[in-house]
């Protein structure tokens, strides 16, 4: 069973930095896309960003674009989503994903959840 751990969210003000971290286990990790999606409150469910799985592609959200940056490290079978100049708008659950062999962000439902991890921006 793939187990991921979502860390690194809190409450920050508006041009603030935060680094997301999304610990993997149980799996093949190596051949995993993974990726971050958020939903806030009353919104729908958004895909963030994604990475294949030697992280040579990358994608982002049009609103992630300049300023989050996701990364890997497959010997630590970690992910990472560098997020800065935080706005209220990016006031959400920020879930870790992943699955086999694909981006889980480019279509259908991602294999695997992490349990989310809130991050707050406030004015």
């Known amino acids: 069973q793939v187990q991921l751990v979502e860390s690194g969210g809190g409450s920050v003000q508006t041009g603030a930095s935060l680094r997301l971290s999304c610990a993997a286990s149980?799996?093949?990790?190596?051949?995993?896309?993974m990726g971050w999606f958020r939903q806030a409150p009353g919104k729908e469910r958004e895909v963030v960003a994604s990475?294949?799985?030697?992280?040579?592609?990358?994608e982002y959200a049009d609103s992630a674009k300049g300023r989050f940056a996701i990364s890997r490290d497959n010997a630590k079978s970690m992910v990472y989503l560098q997020m800065n100049t935080l706005t209220p708008e990016d006031t959400a659950v920020y879930y870790c994903?992943?699955?086999?062999?694909?981006?889980?962000?480019?279509?259908?439902?991602?294999?695997?959840w992490g349990q989310g991890t809130q991050v707050t921006v406030s004015t």
């Open positions: 994903v992943a699955s086999p062999f694909r981006l889980p962000t480019a279509g259908g439902e991602p294999d695997y």
């Open positions: 149980g799996g093949a990790f190596n051949t995993y896309g």
């Open positions: 990475i294949s799985w030697g992280g040579a592609r990358r």
